[in-house]
């Protein structure tokens, strides 16, 4: 799995929108990008995931770059309750490998 | 609904135990997975299995004991070997490699603590 690296640390104003980078500079053709965010003392939940193409659903959108070494997770409209530890994985689906992922907390 | 259940949500052991942490599925994936983790840290893999009667190591197995005898059951043990026990257990499952293992769903996790 390819190795990501994300800021540990990100403050968004409520309303805003916030956006996540995300990057897998080694990640190989065949791996996707997945983003999965974890409020305290809870389970991941998932978020959303892309190969090639820009991806969005209910909840977020996810930028890929052309040459897919980097990735920026999209929240439209942040709200008091987005905030928590959102994780970038870059890999085979087989297996999800985590890193540290980014603490976002969303400001009143 | 479906999803999956971790039972307890917190657990206390003495140092020396063995101890066996819950985790069932009614989402009928043939695909469950335990993670570790620890203050501040990510999740790191410890036993994963793919179909019933086989799982394979993650980065973190030893100490760690699993079975899957039923699709729907992949117990943890965490025996007296693992030097470090206390930690937040995640188990999660997804539909598996027919359905390209997409659509991950994790349970609420159990708080083990060794005393």
């Known amino acids: 799995d390819a190795k990501t690296t994300q800021p540990p640390s990100m403050d968004c104003a409520e309303g805003r929108a916030a956006n996540l980078p995300c990057n897998h500079s080694?990640?190989?053709?065949?791996?996707?990008v997945y983003w999965y965010r974890q409020i305290h003392s809870q389970g991941p939940q998932y978020i959303i995931h892309?190969?090639?193409n820009n991806e969005t659903n209910e909840m977020a959108s996810l930028i890929i770059t052309e040459d897919r070494k980097s990735s920026t997770l999209i929240l439209p409209h942040a709200t008091l309750r987005d905030t928590a530890v959102y994780y970038c994985?870059?890999?085979?689906?087989?297996?999800?490998?985590f890193g540290k992922g980014t603490k976002l907390t969303v400001n009143p | 609904d479906g999803g999956i259940t971790q039972s307890p949500k917190y657990l206390f052991r003495k140092e020396g135990q063995n101890v066996t942490l819950s985790c069932e599925q009614n989402?009928?994936?043939?695909?469950m997975y335990w993670y570790r983790q620890d203050p501040g840290q990510g999740l790191r893999l410890i036993y994963y299995?793919?179909?019933?009667?086989?799982?394979q190591k993650g980065d973190i197995a030893e100490g760690y004991s699993v079975s899957r005898e039923k699709k729907e059951s992949f117990p943890l043990t965490v025996t007296s070997a693992q030097k470090n026990p206390t930690a937040f257990y995640l188990c999660?499952?997804?539909?598996?490699?027919?359905?390209?293992?997409?659509?991950?769903?994790f349970g609420s996790g159990t708080r083990l603590t060794v005393v």
């Open positions: 994985i870059a890999g085979g689906s087989e297996k999800l490998v």
């Open positions: 892309g190969l090639k």
């Open positions: 299995s793919q179909i019933v009667n086989d799982f």
């Open positions: 080694t990640i190989s053709g065949n791996e996707y």
């Open positions: 999660a499952s997804n539909p598996g490699q027919q359905a390209g293992y997409y659509g991950y769903t």
């Open positions: 989402l009928n994936h043939d695909a």
